[in-house]
């Protein structure tokens, strides 16, 4: 089968988790099929030349990416449009026109957009069966934070009933669409008059293998965070963290480290002693696995976290807040820790920090976890019965 695979974001390396599910879903594809991949170019020096990314495809097209900037004139513009202002300021003519080209000179009998960004594009590849990979809408549900002011409420709940507007048409338009988690296929559902049966739950996983026996030297009482703070609810995580978390677990374990990875975004965060920002780490996995405990204390967004599930396939006890676990299918207390206001996750957070025998069977659990539930070699069969059930069904 011939496959044109549309990607928000440049696949290697993979430095955050979109990157990390795509680049796993391309391998998986391309065992068995032939994909073309178009994808934007999020960093200046993607390389389309990579040896891992040759290893797979034959043909790759690397187009910029243009960052959305809120105030710029085409995303005010968006402010009297029924598409989300994001899509039309970074709607991208190049792409548009790649597609266009792509499809003319050759016989794709799938497209598979993965995420909004490509699925915005639909009209370009209107008369080819397509896949929509990973709809989310957990991170734009409507469903307000408590800590948000009023005019943030205002604002989030104008911002979904746009995207519910627009999502509702868009996803008619495809023959089906995958989501991470059951939660995000159960509100999918009930937002949406989507059949229930065009919806498969595929979700974030880790190749278990590649995460054994990785050298590292324990660095005490050091936490780490990894998230990119594009990513609204990874900024939003650490904000929360450091100013009501941190100064409470500082208090008791004054040589605590906390270490956050990822692209910051030129975001500010709150002076505290012993935080680095690492920005982008080229051995992001032996960072973890240095760490004592594993962050992921999110107040929003959807999906699964892939933070969670690689710190447990190392080995890194996860503290996180129900919303960051939500998905997983994971047992408090048993496969990682669980606390929701600031107070409970300091005590969590220093618990585990003073307690060995504690962080030894999270560690355990966690990987036993992992390997029988969120391995790319279980769930990577499944994903391709709906790629070959969405060309089949469309004959």
């Not at 405990?293 to 933070?307: D, F, N, Q, V, W």
């Not at 939500?326 to 496969?335: D, N, R, T, V």
């Given at each position: 089968m011939k496959i044109l695979f549309l990607s928000r974001w440049f696949p290697y390396p993979t430095n955050n988790g979109s990157k990390?599910?795509?680049?796993?879903?391309?391998?998986?594809?391309?065992e068995f099929h032939d994909v073309t991949l178009l994808s934007f170019a999020d960093q200046p020096d993607a390389n389309p030349d990579a040896p891992e990314i040759r290893s797979i495809f034959s043909d790759v097209y690397v187009i910029p990416w243009r960052e959305f900037s809120p105030n710029s004139p085409r995303a005010l513009s968006g402010l009297f449009s029924f598409t989300p202002r994001s899509l039309v300021d970074t709607f991208s003519s190049e792409m548009a026109g790649k597609i266009r080209q792509l499809i003319s000179e050759q016989e794709f009998d799938l497209v598979i957009a993965s995420q909004l960004s490509m699925a915005a594009y639909r009209l370009?590849?209107?008369n080819i069966p397509a896949l929509f990979e990973e709809v989310e809408v957990g991170l734009s549900d409507g469903e307000s934070h408590p800590t948000m002011d009023y005019k943030k409420r205002i604002r989030s709940a104008l911002t979904w009933f746009k995207l519910r507007l627009y999502l509702s048409r868009l996803l008619r338009s495809f023959q089906a669409c995958t989501v991470v988690s059951e939660q995000e296929r159960q509100l999918l559902t009930r937002r949406f008059s989507t059949s229930v049966d065009s919806i498969e739950v595929i979700p974030n996983c880790v190749r278990v293998d590649e995460y054994n026996n990785l050298e590292s030297v324990l660095k005490p009482n050091q936490l780490v965070f990894s998230g990119s703070f594009r990513y609204h609810a990874n900024y939003e995580a650490m904000i929360w963290f450091i100013r009501k978390v941190y100064p409470q677990i500082l208090a008791q374990i004054p040589d605590v480290q906390l270490v956050i990875t990822g692209d910051h975004a030129n975001l500010p965060i709150p002076p505290a002693p012993g935080v680095t920002l690492a920005g982008y780490v080229?051995?992001?996995?032996?960072?973890?696995?240095?760490?004592?405990?594993?962050?992921?204390?999110?107040?929003?967004?959807?999906?699964?976290?892939?933070?969670?599930?690689?710190?447990?396939?190392?080995?890194?006890?996860?503290?996180?807040?129900?919303?960051?676990a939500?998905?997983?299918?994971?047992?408090?207390?048993?496969?990682l820790l669980i606390a929701d206001t600031p107070n409970a996750f300091a005590i969590q957070v220093s618990r585990l920090l003073r307690d060995k025998s504690l962080r030894d069977q999270l560690s355990i659990n966690g990987?036993?976890?992992?390997?029988?539930?969120?391995?790319?070699?279980?769930?990577?069969?499944?994903?391709l019965r709906v790629v070959e059930n969405t060309v089949r069904q469309s004959l």
């Open positions: 990390l599910r795509i680049y796993n879903l391309l391998r998986g594809l391309a370009y590849y209107k080229d051995v992001i996995k032996a960072l973890i696995a240095s760490s004592w405990i594993s962050l992921a204390p999110l107040l929003s967004g959807g999906g699964t976290r892939l933070k969670i599930l690689e710190a447990m396939a190392i080995g890194t006890p996860v503290v996180s807040t129900t919303k960051g939500e998905g997983l299918g994971s047992i408090a207390g048993e496969h990987k036993e976890f992992v390997n029988g539930r969120y391995n790319w070699e279980a769930a990577m069969p499944r994903f």
